[in-house]
């Protein structure tokens, strides 16, 4: 097994890694490659070479892996000045990323999302940092700096990735220590007073023995929406962020090898644009949640973050048959975000998120071969988190109350009015509810001081007719009886979860020929869940008889809870795969696919308003069905991949706004039709092409639902990349341009139901890269969204329960110069 081993390592580290699109800045300016068995006297033949990917746990050159992903090396997110997960997710069909701030992430991947921060909530997309998963929505954001490479499978990957990866996984593969001393460093800096810096040091500390490796990573943008709010320094949906990986590499005897890296990011980011298009800012005609908003606690907004963890992986050749690997790891986040969740100047909706987590978990696994026929793994884990959220809430009653009058006027009207003419021969004659707006001139409405004295009226009249008191002896309330409206309230509620999880799994292929084989997986899972909720009583407000129709004065928005209340519950499981794939010839491959996902049961709270109560969501189930291939044509100078898939979702949970809280609850079964394709092309030497398309049809099935029929959120029914690579070489240096062009049909941002006013329209972003490079270094010129095409990554968000849904616009045109250095 160690021959077999380290002989397809040595293989596959000699192959250029980056499908010859990047070999030119891989290499630092050589020419792309050619084949080695071209004779002396010969012109040389340029090809294409497959990238090395560990999808299956396992070396394998990516056209050998029957599962449909798409892979990234470090290279090509260089070219394509690609920072975060939102700018990769543009080039990879079928995975959509959304990135409020790295407090709030979305991720999905062929229609399934996964974007609830909630303690007890599970993924449905994983995220996975060198073998160890991160999953956990607050925590899942992290920069992408010196990455070997970044590996995006779609469909269920339970059986490969675990309980959390029902419908794909986002797996980080980060570059290792190794025996050399080399760095780089790239500074750049551009309009929006962008600057970043990022860079490694490598060096062996003792040679062939220990090896050292640190990475970092700076980056500051300033926010490109103007924060009109009087005070207010900082425009909204700026970025500053610091990331830190330190890594040994101790080369052990027997070939194996112990790495050890820690993890450190700290988010400093300027509020978030939650913008809404109902009341324009002081002294402007109208709204434009694209230039500017006028948000109050200016400065105050923004996010907070801080991630650490630690991975300890060891890796031992155990005889010529069986290698060992043992992943150790620790992790934990802490996140504050202040957000206006009403999008105006006025007091009226104002949230915040506190949110932490711990986890640490351990993973045992042997990989083995026995003879030319089979190969697998076999192994085990174990997995706990540890979780909770608060989130307050504070408001201006006075505000508030003006906001929700024109609902309040249409339910309570109407009684008046019936008492009004009930009681007119007595002279009475109560005033209607006034609706009336919560901003007045860019001002804030402060004119309630107490609630309308016709509705408290009429509540005490109908109290004493309930009790029996005849009408002739019925009093009305005076005006200094009328309860007051507090110009300042706050509560807040909090959600728990704790999981542990315990995980046998195995995979086998079996060689039947040289050309056919079946691979089968199964995944056994043991977990026990906890869920908390608490709401300690607030000051006490009458505006909870409006809002949540209590029947006594209480806390406004959340009914209050005796102390912390639990649910724990325990599940088992088990999910798996068949695949068989058919060599055609060495360089096309296809494979059809059966396998099956699952999201672990949720232990979610509902019914906050009024009588908080846990309610057990079904595990989720998905069945997906696939068939692809994978190929080379031409010489080998076109890569081609297609796939097409159908799947069938069941229990499908999502997260809403129900007054005024994030709850979770079921949308019924969903089905999806979809198709995938993506190519490489070398056009000439030094000129390659990629591009793919993304189809899916995708809708929730589930009958008697208010979901029925509804496509699902962040999900473009077509979707496509493009991207050229051209480079020549002069006395000077090589030269490149470097153009992507992407594109999107229209996204809907809520699913109950789709809102055509709550999505964007199809829209396409071009990208620019090109420069000069020398064997030590490169200086580029790049710009983001050079047409600055005005689109939105989110609509609907917390306002919407106020009649307020609130809008984030997306980043504009960015530009700037970046040099890289190298040693």
């Given at each position: 097994?160690?021959?077999?081993?380290?002989?397809?390592?040595?293989?596959?580290?000699?192959?250029?890694?980056?499908c010859?699109?990047?070999?030119?800045?891989?290499?630092?300016?050589?020419?792309?490659?050619?084949?080695?068995?071209?004779?002396?006297?010969?012109?040389p033949?340029?090809?294409?070479?497959?990238?090395?990917?560990?999808?299956?746990?396992?070396?394998?050159?990516?056209?050998?892996?029957?599962?449909?992903?798409?892979?990234?090396?470090?290279?090509?997110?260089?070219?394509?000045?690609?920072?975060?997960?939102?700018?990769?997710?543009?080039?990879?069909?079928?995975?959509?990323?959304?990135?409020q701030s790295?407090?709030?992430?979305?991720?999905?991947?062929?229609?399934?999302?996964?974007?609830?921060?909630?303690?007890?909530?599970?993924?449905?997309?994983?995220?996975?940092?060198?073998?160890?998963?991160?999953?956990?929505?607050?925590?899942?954001?992290?920069?992408?700096?010196?990455?070997?490479?970044?590996?995006?499978?779609?469909?269920?990957?339970?059986?490969?990735f675990?309980?959390?990866?029902?419908?794909?996984?986002?797996?980080?593969?980060?570059?290792?220590?190794?025996?050399?001393?080399?760095?780089?460093?790239?500074?750049?800096?551009?309009?929006?007073?962008?600057?970043?810096?990022?860079?490694?040091?490598?060096?062996?500390?003792?040679?062939?023995?220990?090896?050292?490796r640190?990475?970092?990573?700076?980056?500051?943008?300033?926010g490109?929406?103007?924060?009109?709010?009087?005070?207010?320094?900082?425009?909204?949906?700026?970025?500053?962020?610091?990331?830190?990986?330190?890594?040994?590499?101790?080369?052990?005897?027997?070939?194996?090898?112990?790495?050890?890296?820690?993890?450190?990011?700290?988010?400093?980011?300027?509020?978030?644009?939650?913008?809404?298009?109902v009341?324009?800012p002081?002294?402007?005609?109208?709204?434009?949640?694209?230039?500017?908003?006028?948000l109050n606690?200016?400065?105050?907004?923004?996010?907070?973050?801080?991630?650490?963890?630690?991975?300890?992986?060891?890796?031992?050749?155990?005889?010529?048959n069986?290698?060992?690997?043992?992943?150790t790891?620790?992790?934990?986040?802490?996140?504050?975000?202040?957000?206006?969740?009403?999008?105006?100047?006025?007091?009226?909706?104002?949230?915040?998120?506190?949110?932490r987590?711990?986890?640490?978990s351990?993973?045992?696994r042997?990989?083995?071969?026995?003879g030319?026929?089979?190969?697998?793994?076999f192994?085990?884990?174990?997995?706990?988190?540890?979780?909770?959220?608060?989130?307050?809430?504070?408001?201006?009653?006075?505000?508030?109350?003006?906001?929700?009058?024109?609902?309040?006027?249409?339910?309570?009207?109407?009684?008046?009015?019936?008492?009004?003419?009930?009681?007119?021969?007595l002279?009475?004659?109560?005033?209607?509810?006034?609706?009336?707006?919560?901003?007045?001139?860019?001002?804030?409405?402060?004119s309630?001081?107490?609630?309308?004295?016709?509705?408290?009226?009429?509540?005490?009249?109908?109290?004493?007719?309930?009790?029996?008191?005849?009408?002739?002896?019925?009093?009305?309330?005076?005006?200094?009886?009328?309860?007051?409206?507090?110009?300042?309230?706050?509560?807040?509620?909090?959600?728990?979860?704790?999981?542990?999880?315990?995980?046998?799994?195995?995979?086998?292929?079996?060689?039947?020929?040289?050309?056919?084989?079946?691979?089968?997986?199964?995944r056994?899972?043991?977990?026990?869940?906890?869920?908390?909720?608490?709401?300690?009583?607030?000051?006490?407000?009458?505006?909870?008889?409006?809002?949540?129709?209590?029947?006594?004065?209480?806390?406004?928005?959340?009914?209050?809870?005796?102390?912390?209340?639990?649910?724990?519950?325990?599940?088992?499981?088990?999910?798996?795969?068949?695949?068989?794939?058919?060599?055609?010839?060495?360089?096309?491959?296809?494979?059809?696919?059966?396998?099956?996902?699952?999201?672990?049961a949720?232990?979610?709270?509902t019914?906050?308003?009024?009588?908080?109560?846990?309610?057990e969501?079904?595990?989720?189930?998905?069945?997906?069905?696939?068939?692809?291939?994978?190929?080379?044509?031409?010489?080998?100078?076109?890569?081609?991949?297609?796939?097409?898939?159908?799947?069938?979702?069941?229990?499908?949970?999502?997260?809403?706004?129900?007054?005024?809280?994030?709850?979770?609850?079921?949308?019924?079964?969903?089905?999806?039709?979809?198709?995938?394709?993506?190519?490489?092309?070398?056009l000439?030497?030094?000129?390659?092409?990629?591009?793919?398309?993304?189809?899916?049809?995708?809708?929730?099935?589930?009958?008697?639902?208010?979901?029925?029929?509804?496509t699902?959120?962040?999900?473009?029914?077509?979707?496509?990349?493009?991207?050229?690579?051209?480079?020549?070489?002069?006395?000077?240096?090589?030269?490149?341009?470097?153009?992507?062009?992407?594109w999107?049909?229209?996204?809907?941002?809520?699913?109950?139901?789709?809102?055509?006013?709550?999505?964007?329209?199809?829209?396409?972003l071009?990208?620019?890269r090109?420069?000069?490079?020398?064997?030590?270094?490169?200086?580029?010129?790049?710009?983001?969204?050079?047409?600055?095409?005005?689109?939105?990554?989110?609509?609907?968000?917390?306002?919407?329960?106020?009649?307020?849904?609130?809008?984030?616009?997306?980043?504009?045109?960015?530009?700037?110069?970046?040099?890289?250095?190298?040693?």
């Open positions: 097994m160690k021959a077999r081993f380290f002989a397809r390592r040595n293989r596959f580290s000699a192959q250029i890694r980056s010859a699109l990047l070999t030119a800045l891989a290499a630092g300016g050589a020419r792309i490659a050619a084949q080695d068995t071209a004779a002396a006297d010969e012109e033949v340029y090809t294409l070479e497959p990238i090395v990917v560990t999808a299956q746990k396992r070396e394998q050159a990516a056209i050998e892996v029957p599962i449909s992903m798409s892979v990234y090396d470090g290279a090509l997110m260089d070219q394509l000045q690609i920072q975060d997960m939102a700018e990769l997710s543009a080039y990879v069909p079928g995975f959509e990323a959304q990135l790295p407090n709030n992430p979305g991720f999905a991947i062929r229609g399934i999302t996964t974007d609830s921060g909630d303690a007890y909530e599970e993924p449905r997309v994983s995220v996975f940092l060198d073998g160890v998963s991160i999953s956990k929505s607050r925590g899942s954001a992290v920069e992408l700096f010196d990455m070997e490479r970044i590996e995006v499978l779609k469909g269920p990957q339970s059986t490969l675990g309980r959390g990866a029902s419908s794909g996984a986002f797996s980080l593969i980060t570059h290792k220590p190794q025996n050399e001393t080399s760095a780089k460093l790239t500074i750049g800096g551009g309009n929006l007073t962008q600057y970043h810096a990022d860079g490694y040091y490598n060096t062996p500390l003792v040679e062939e023995t220990v090896l050292l640190v990475a970092a990573s700076y980056r500051h943008r300033d490109f929406i103007d924060n009109l709010e009087p005070g207010a320094d900082d425009d909204l949906n700026g970025v500053e962020t610091i990331a830190v990986r330190p890594s040994l590499r101790y080369l052990l005897g027997g070939g194996g090898t112990f790495d050890l890296s820690v993890n450190y990011q700290y988010d400093d980011y300027t509020g978030t644009s939650f913008l809404q298009k009341y324009a002081e002294g402007r005609s109208q709204p434009d949640v694209f230039a500017y908003g006028q606690r200016g400065d105050d907004l923004g996010v907070e973050r801080t991630v650490w963890g630690a991975t300890g992986t060891f890796t031992q050749p155990l005889g010529a069986f290698e060992l690997t043992s992943i790891a620790y992790r934990e986040f802490d996140a504050y975000e202040e957000f206006d969740a009403d999008g105006t100047q006025a007091y009226l909706f104002e949230f915040a998120e506190d949110a987590s711990k986890q640490w351990q993973e045992l042997v990989n083995w071969e026995a030319s026929q089979w190969e697998g793994f192994g085990g884990n174990f997995f706990y988190q540890d979780a909770e959220t608060r989130v307050p809430l504070r408001t201006d009653e006075r505000i508030l109350f003006a906001q929700v009058s024109p609902s309040v006027a249409a339910s309570v009207n109407p009684s008046i009015q019936a008492l009004n003419a009930q009681l007119a021969p002279g009475v004659n109560l005033p209607l509810v006034e609706a009336q707006p919560a901003i007045i001139d860019g001002q804030p409405n402060l309630n001081t107490t609630l309308p004295y016709g509705m408290w009226a009429a509540l005490s009249i109908q109290a004493q007719l309930a009790a029996g008191v005849p009408p002739t002896s019925l009093q009305l309330p005076t005006p200094d009886q009328v309860p007051v409206l507090d110009a300042y309230h706050e509560e807040s509620y909090e959600n728990f979860g704790e999981q542990s999880a315990y995980e046998l799994f195995g995979d086998t292929t079996w060689k039947i020929t040289d050309q056919f084989s079946l691979t089968g997986g199964l056994f899972t043991y977990e026990d869940i906890e869920s908390g909720y608490r709401v300690d009583p607030a000051d006490p407000t009458y505006m909870a008889m409006i809002l949540r129709e209590a029947a006594e004065p209480g806390n406004l928005q959340f009914a209050a809870t005796d102390g912390k209340m639990t649910a724990s519950e325990s599940y088992t499981s088990v999910v798996g795969r068949l695949v068989a794939a058919y060599q055609v010839t060495p360089d096309f491959n296809t494979y059809a696919s059966y396998s099956r996902g699952r999201r672990p949720v232990i979610t709270i019914d906050t308003a009024s009588d908080p109560h846990f309610e969501l079904d595990a989720e189930t998905l069945n997906s069905y696939e068939i692809g291939f994978k190929s080379f044509l031409l010489e080998r100078r076109v890569q081609l991949e297609s796939a097409l898939f159908y799947y069938q979702y069941n229990d499908f949970a999502t997260s809403v706004i129900r007054d005024g809280a994030v709850v979770t609850e079921s949308a019924g079964d969903a089905d999806a039709l979809g198709a995938e394709v993506s190519f490489n092309a070398l000439m030497p030094g000129c390659t092409l990629f591009g793919n398309y993304g189809w899916i049809d995708g809708q929730f099935n589930g009958e008697d639902t208010v979901y029925e029929g509804n699902f959120r962040l999900t473009p029914r077509n979707s496509f990349a493009l991207g050229l690579h051209y480079q020549v070489n002069t006395e000077y240096g090589s030269v490149f341009v470097a153009p992507s062009y992407t999107k049909s229209r996204i809907y941002f809520t699913d109950d139901p789709n809102e055509k006013d709550l999505s964007q329209d199809s829209y396409g071009l990208n620019l090109a420069g000069l490079t020398r064997p030590n270094w490169q200086l580029a010129f790049y710009v983001k969204n050079a047409l600055d095409e005005a689109y939105l990554i989110d609509a609907g968000n917390t306002g919407r329960s106020l009649g307020l849904p609130t809008y984030i616009a997306g980043t504009p045109r960015l530009y700037g110069l970046e040099l890289t250095i190298r040693l």
